[in-house]
């Protein structure tokens, strides 16, 4: 006899919250193929367990964020001035995600949901030069972006210098630099992927570009939890007038 639909949603959730992890950190995800409905395994967001070993082997990523951190990253998205502070950069950014939008065939709101949710989420002092030079901070600039990522896109020699490792932070403190090597990254990532940066475009209509976008931002930030942020930041209207609208100078009274 089939549990009733209540009770079999609350042992489903039991499940999901009793998973362990695997040594790689990865968590073990192995009985969700049989326990999840069919909408989920429908949701560009979720990864079977196969494609999360083949990531994890491929790019090295890992698992979701602790519970603790999760609340905390949600926490700080409902603060309206940390909200405000990263629309007025995204604002001044624009100008540089259309046009690496443009060279690339990268989706602008893809791009601009990045930004927004990394932007929210930076650690205080790391724009300062000093806390950058230092090591303190391993990712830098308006996209998080580590000093690894030139040397993947071949801007850096595998083994760089101390020099050439200064001159690659202070490339990430550029804000237009950071958005181009951002580009940069994802169009790295499409090609070992096998896709074409049109792939980024129409996510709200075309369940497999979305689930191309979501592979993408799992692979920018590591984290399972993310890509459903970016997908809900790409249909978010306020970016989107951030993105689509045009400015236009104001006339003077005087014409």
């Known amino acids: 006899m089939q549990p009733p639909k209540g009770l079999k949603r609350l042992l489903t959730l039991a ?4 998973l362990g992890f695997s040594e790689w950190g990865t968590p073990s995800l192995a009985p969700l193929r049989s326990v ?3 909408a989920d395994r429908l949701d560009p967001t979720t990864f079977s367990p196969d494609e999360i070993r083949e990531l994890q082997r491929r790019f090295g990523v890992h ?4 519970r603790l951190a999760q609340l905390f990253t949600h926490g700080v998205d409902q603060l309206t001035p940390v909200r405000n502070h990263a629309l007025t950069q995204l604002q001044d950014l624009q100008p540089v ?3 690496v939008s443009r ?4 989706n602008p709101m893809l791009l601009t949901a990045i930004l927004f949710d990394e932007i929210q989420h930076a650690k205080p002092g790391e724009g300062l030069p000093i806390a950058a030079h230092s090591g303190l901070f391993s990712t830098l600039g308006p996209a998080q972006l580590g000093v690894s990522e030139l040397v993947k896109q071949g801007l850096l020699p595998q083994n760089p210098t101390a020099e050439q490792v200064a001159a690659a932070r202070e490339e ?18 499409l090609r070992l992927l096998e896709h074409d940066p049109s792939a980024t475009h129409d996510v709200s209509g075309q369940r ?8 993408l931002a799992y692979l920018h930030n590591g ?9 809900r930041y790409m249909q978010d209207p306020e970016l989107h007038g951030l993105v689509f609208s045009q400015r236009k100078k104001p006339i003077s009274p005087l014409i």
């Open 15 to 18: 499940l999901l919250l009793g």
């Open 36 to 38: 999840l409905p069919a």
């Open 63 to 66: 698992g979701p964020q602790p």
């Open 97 to 99: 995600v259309q046009q």
């Open 103 to 106: 060279r690339t065939g990268i």
């Open 172 to 189: 990430l403190l550029d804000p237009d630099r950071n958005v181009a090597l951002l580009a940069g990254k994802l169009t790295r990532l």
């Open 208 to 215: 497999q570009h979305a689930k191309t976008v979501a592979t």
């Open 223 to 231: 984290k399972l939890d993310y890509p459903a942020r970016i997908l």
